[in-house]
């Protein structure tokens, strides 16, 4: 059974700490995705990466980085978290070829606070 | 870049009635189309494609969905909504020709009454 996880389904951090989110799938995919999910506005993407080591900015960047040193594995990180960054974050992984239609694979998320 | 338009962000149903739920592209035809569908507290899950195969396109749980170049449509439909249904609905196209990078609708709730 393919998988995605995350490696938190729930998190509450404080204003100003340095956040990690961890994403590892099992697929042997090339693209990984970091998106966020607010009531009323769908799915934005934050970053996204086609191989180890690349990185591209999505549509809200601002705030947020990414690693990624292994196929598997995609960090997202806030460097400095705030309030409005409080939200759902989805990770997604898909192939880059063969794939038809890239459909996306998500993990389950994590649900994010910050007081 | 293309676009997806879903109207109605809630859609509200009886148990049996028939389910149908909107979704419209921008611009040129894209060579996929995309339903997801998110039960609550977890990840996306794909319901089905369009991969230009077919116009009529089945998926999983008795969902469908019918592509129309004229009216730039691809709505999903289900005949008869089952509790089980209540969820979030999102519909996808690549952001631009056949790109890997999807651009998601904005989601419909999906209410199911007893």
């Known amino acids: 059974d393919v998988k995605v996880t995350q490696s938190s389904r729930y998190l509450v951090k404080r204003t100003g700490e340095k956040v990690f989110l961890e994403c590892v799938q099992d697929?042997?995919?090339?693209?990984m995705f970091w998106y966020r999910q607010d009531p009323g506005l769908g799915l934005r993407l934050i970053y996204f990466?086609?191989?180890?080591?690349?990185?591209e900015k999505g549509d809200i960047p601002e705030g947020y980085s990414v690693s990624r040193e292994k196929k598997e594995r995609f960090s997202l990180i806030l460097e400095s978290a705030s309030t409005n960054q409080t939200s759902m974050y989805l990770c997604a992984s898909s192939p880059s070829r063969g794939g038809v239609g890239y459909e996306q694979f998500f993990g389950p998320g994590t649900r994010l606070t910050v007081l | 870049a293309q676009s997806v338009t879903q109207l109605g962000s809630h859609v509200s149903v009886s148990e049996g009635a028939l389910v149908l739920l909107r979704c419209n592209y921008s611009s040129s035809v894209p060579p996929y189309l995309f339903w997801y569908v998110q039960y609550p507290n977890q990840g996306l899950q794909l319901l089905l494609k369009?991969?230009?195969?077919?116009?009529l396109v089945k998926g999983i749980n008795g969902f469908e969905a019918e592509f129309k170049k004229s009216e730039t449509s691809f709505h999903l439909t289900k005949p008869s909504a089952h509790m089980r249904d209540a969820a979030e609905y999102f519909c996808a196209v690549p952001l631009s020709g056949g790109s890997y990078i999807p651009t998601f609708g904005r989601g419909t709730s999906l209410i199911v009454h007893p």
């Open positions: 697929m042997d995919h090339e693209n």
């Open positions: 990466s086609y191989d180890v080591k690349m990185k």
């Open positions: 369009y991969t230009s195969a077919a116009t």
